[in-house]
């Protein structure tokens, strides 16, 4: 399906005009016709029967007028056939038996400018108690405005087989609106079931965090990405992955960004633990290294300056007492020696 753009439709104000002076015109035929046929003109029998038709069949003209406001489209088909589609700010006219399509006029997603009861007033009504169902008929217009979808959060297994939960928001637009309306049945939902699809299929390459041995790039050599340490990197794939889905349906992706990301709830504790005890051994681990460094320079100013001569084994005595006092975590209490060394 190829979109036609239709140009030479931005004459509604002339043709408004003309219809109301011919529906005045056809008021006046109508009151001389009568005036006629109560004096006995035969002639105006027929002059009443074209006002009186005019009156009754003329309105159906009007229903050709369109009005469009800026980054506004509308898809028209003439008796099932797509004659074109109406794009930019305006005021048109067409054939009044046109009629819009737009299969999603009536979904509502979690996205900017497309959430049923998503103002204040609407919030403030339902808090009252207040109805807030609205009887106007859904537009058959399509947004061409940049839109953002922000479908639930996902539970999706890593590449280890860990639970976490995602969620992602994804800007959009349309951008050929035929093959929105006619090659998909939906575009809004074949958007956001495309987008759970995508994620799915990027999150379960990556990791939660780095581990080794894991190959996410698909090159055959292990590297560090991960899910939370590569996110802009994870969010472009998604955004590519969703993009190859959603061409067929007249639809661009402009971004995409991780808004969530968290171990499922049954792990997350353990993952906790984990975690903390990764900080504390590497906060060990640099303790000690800083430790044995301080223990061998007292030891290399000791030696250099000739201040005290120690045998082998007060040397380990006096390490294993350094390293006591300098790994400990609570703060040492000295203990002074008042007799001699040995």
Do not use: H
């Not at 297994?157 to 969620?167: F, M």
């Amino acid at each position: 399906m190829t979109e036609k753009i239709l140009n030479n439709k931005k004459n509604g104000m002339q043709m408004m005009l003309l219809f109301i002076i011919l529906y005045a015109a056809a008021i006046a035929l109508v009151v001389f016709g009568a005036i006629a046929m109560d004096r006995g003109i035969v002639a105006g029998i027929p002059v009443f029967v074209v006002g009186i038709i005019w009156v009754c069949l003329g309105w159906i003209l009007f229903a050709g007028l369109k009005v469009l406001k800026p980054q506004e489209a509308l898809v028209l088909t003439l008796f099932g056939k797509y004659i074109g589609t109406l794009k930019g700010e305006g005021f048109y006219y067409v054939n009044p038996f046109c009629v819009g399509v737009n299969p999603a006029a009536k979904t509502k997603l979690g996205q900017s400018r497309d959430v049923e009861g998503g103002n204040a007033n609407n919030a403030l009504n339902i808090a009252l108690g207040v109805s807030t169902t609205s009887a106007e008929m859904p537009s058959k217009k399509v947004s061409l405005k940049v839109m953002t979808l922000s479908n639930a959060r996902q539970k999706i297994n890593d590449c280890l087989g860990n639970p976490v939960e995602i969620g992602i928001a994804v800007m959009w637009r349309v951008v050929d609106t035929a093959k929105a309306v006619f090659n998909v049945d939906n575009y809004k939902e074949y958007l956001s079931l495309q987008c759970d699809s995508a994620l799915r299929d990027i999150v379960r390459i990556y990791p939660y965090d780095v581990a080794p041995g894991i190959d996410t790039t698909g090159d055959g050599q292990a590297d560090e990405g991960s899910l939370r340490g590569s996110s802009e990197v994870v969010a472009e794939r998604i955004k590519d992955e969703i993009q190859k889905k959603v061409t067929e349906a007249g639809i661009e992706i402009l971004d995409a960004r991780i808004t969530y990301l968290a171990y499922a709830p049954e792990i997350a504790a353990v993952m906790l633990q984990r975690q903390q005890a990764s900080a504390i051994i590497d906060a060990r681990k640099m303790i000690v290294e800083g430790a044995v460094g301080m223990v061998e320079m007292a030891l290399d100013r000791l030696n250099e300056n000739n201040t005290i001569q120690l045998d082998e084994e007060r040397k380990a005595a006096m390490v294993s007492n350094l390293l006591v006092v300098l790994c400990g975590n609570r703060d040492a209490q000295p203990v002074v020696n008042s007799g001699s060394l040995y």
